[in-house]
């Protein structure tokens, strides 16, 4: 098992470009998550997918967008990149919504936009 | 409202000895699960232990040992004769029961180990 993917692992974008950062889980999860770390902080939660078919804002969801395109895979899309988004972004998988369920993450995005 | 507090931003200690990162916790549902994870500087979060708002015992995985206080609303991690390979961030992190999915992560202790 892969566990959780994510691609690119490195992108540099231009302010006002768009691009989408790509996560697959290959464990049969349900809940999907988008975090962003900025640098000396902690996780931040952007998105999240309880199930297929289903997204819901997290803590800063401001400038992003998603899909969950099936169980598998739940895309990040950034449709105007701003300086502020410089960040590193992680994807994680849960299997079920119970309190102990651990989460998984993935290796991470790091988006420079200049 | 939900929150995680870690109010050591940098610990030192020394190689083989024990060392506490403090975490405490605002939550006003009575199932909660908290969690402590390790970054070291590659950069992947590696789940260390877990610990449920029901569970009486506290947690222990290994080297590491969460020293739960449920009125305090503390949740410290415990780590028990370093290693230099301990160096690292370390984040306190909590779910909530009754809304499952969202985690919340604290800011972090950085963790330095010396020989």
């Known amino acids: 098992n892969a566990g959780v993917t994510q691609t690119p692992k490195f992108q540099v974008l231009k302010t006002g470009q768009s691009m989408t950062l790509q996560c697959a889980q290959d464990m049969n999860h349900n809940s999907m998550y988008w975090y962003r770390q900025d640098p000396g902080m902690g996780l931040r939660l952007i998105y999240y997918?309880?199930?297929?078919?289903t997204t819901d804002k997290g803590e800063v969801p401001n400038g992003y967008n998603v899909s969950r395109l099936n169980k598998r895979e739940f895309s990040l899309r950034l449709e105007s990149a701003a300086p502020s988004q410089t960040s590193v972004y992680f994807c994680a998988s849960i299997w079920g919504t119970g309190g102990s369920d651990t989460q998984y993450f993935g290796p991470g995005t790091r988006l420079t936009v200049l | 409202a939900q929150k995680i507090t870690q109010t050591q931003p940098g610990m030192f200690v020394q190689e083989k000895e024990a060392v506490t990162l403090d975490c405490t916790y605002d939550?006003?549902?009575?199932?909660?699960?908290l969690f402590w994870y390790k970054q070291p500087s590659s950069g992947e979060m590696i789940f260390l232990i877990y610990q449920g708002s029901y569970d009486e015992q506290n947690a222990t995985e290994g080297r590491y040992s969460l020293n739960f206080q449920k009125a305090r609303k503390s949740a410290n991690l415990v780590i028990s004769a370093s290693q230099l390979g301990d160096s690292a961030m370390y984040f306190c992190?909590?779910?909530?029961?009754?809304?499952?999915?969202?985690?919340?992560f604290g800011a972090g202790t950085r963790l330095f180990v010396k020989a």
């Open positions: 939550t006003s549902d009575q199932s909660y699960g």
């Open positions: 997918s309880a199930s297929e078919g």
């Open positions: 992190a909590m779910r909530e029961g009754r809304r499952g999915f969202k985690t919340i």
